[in-house]
């Protein structure tokens, strides 16, 4: 059993900056693949960016350039820093790991503000 507990999420006006912290825990074999996806209201949850243990990073196309994942191996934690929010970032965001299933973390609401 793995547990995934996000942070940081929360209230922020379009421009402005935001950074989503994930801890995982519990029984985990591997951490090597981690990623946050996000869910708006009434669409299919998306993946936002992927990293690997060595550091390898993927975005979606929509937030190239404006966000950036990274992790803390010694910690079991992975972080989005988010910049240049607009309101289409409206979302829960969720904290993943592949560890031969899929693990979940609870969500975090970001909602970005015009």
């Known amino acids: 059993q793995v547990q995934l507990v996000e942070s940081g999420g929360g209230l922020v006006q379009a421009g402005g900056s935001l950074r989503l912290s994930c801890t995982a825990s519990g029984r985990i074999f591997s951490t090597n693949v981690m990623a946050w996806f996000r869910q708006a209201p009434g669409k299919q949850r998306e993946l936002v960016a992927r990293i690997t243990g060595d550091g390898t990073t993927n975005y979606a196309d929509s937030v190239k350039g404006r966000f950036t994942i990274s992790r803390d191996n010694a910690k079991n934690m992975v972080f989005l820093q988010m910049n240049s929010l607009n309101v289409e970032d409206t979302a829960v965001y969720y904290c993943?790991?592949?560890?031969?299933?899929?693990?979940w973390g609870q969500g975090t609401q970001v909602t970005v503000s015009s």
């Open positions: 993943y790991l592949w560890d031969n299933k899929n693990y």
